[in-house]
């Protein structure tokens, strides 16, 4: 079965600080790896995507890494912020514009003063 | 603009009553989809839509019924509530066509079954 876990569970970390959460697949092939961001009470918003073929893909202070040898995803979030406070979901897609995606149970981070 | 749009945002039920749950979007998507979120598990897809008249089941459809009479609207239905079935429900919307993995989500509906 396809599973995308994440680690860790949850996180607390003091605002500027750095931080970088784990993303392991199994699903094979796989079309694009996407990290969001669910503030509480809110649904899911993308972040980031990358194709298979992609190694880093930045979007302001996110940086997403893929390495499809090992099947592992990281998201490095620099100089954190108080609004950074939130779950983080990877998702994979299967290859084609397949519907069924693969969600992670995602990492909750707390970013406090 | 709206977005994805979900209604109720909040409903307690009693066990075996009925409801439903509406989703619309005003960004001409041809996919919808319904998941729900439980504590300690990932998004799980209940049912989706590929287009206009179409539905499938996805990974928990169980106790569930949907229906997309119109492009825009999408509706869950639970037709004998359980307490299983308490959760945060989301609807999504992705363009359709060159879909590359991009879901435009509500802000979800909260589900307490008594």
């Known amino acids: 079965k396809n599973q995308v876990e994440q680690s860790p569970q949850s996180l607390i970390i003091l605002e500027g600080k750095n931080c970088t959460l784990q993303?392991?697949?199994?699903?094979?092939?796989?079309?694009?790896l996407r990290w969001y961001k669910q503030d509480t009470g809110r649904g899911p918003v993308s972040l980031t995507i990358?194709?298979?073929?992609?190694n880093t893909k930045s979007n302001g202070r996110y940086t997403a890494t893929l390495d499809a040898d090992t099947k592992q995803s990281s998201l490095h979030i620099t100089a954190s912020q108080l609004s950074d406070s939130a779950s983080y979901i990877c998702?994979?897609?299967?290859?084609?514009?397949?519907?069924?995606?693969?969600f992670g149970t995602g990492t909750q981070l707390k970013v406090e003063l | 603009n709206a977005g994805v749009t979900q209604t109720p945002k909040f409903r307690v039920l009693k066990t075996g009553q009925s409801m439903t749950l509406l989703c619309a979007q005003d960004?001409?998507?041809?996919?919808m989809y319904w998941y729900r979120q439980d504590p300690g598990m990932g998004l799980r897809l209940i049912h989706y839509?590929?287009?206009?008249?179409?539905?499938a089941k996805g990974e928990v459809p169980d106790g569930y019924n949907v229906s997309r009479l119109k492009k825009q609207n999408f509706l869950l239905g639970l037709e004998s509530a359980a307490p299983s079935q308490t959760s945060v429900y989301f609807c999504?919307?992705?363009?359709?066509?060159?879909?590359?993995?991009?879901?435009?989500f509500g802000e979800g509906s909260r589900l307490t079954v008594l």
């Open positions: 998702v994979v897609s299967p290859p084609r514009g397949g519907n069924k995606l693969t």
């Open positions: 993303c392991n697949y199994t699903v094979s092939p796989f079309s694009n």
């Open positions: 990358m194709t298979f073929s992609e």
């Open positions: 960004m001409n998507h041809e996919y």
């Open positions: 839509s590929v287009g206009e008249g179409t539905t």
């Open positions: 999504a919307s992705a363009p359709g066509q060159g879909f590359a993995g991009e879901l435009f």
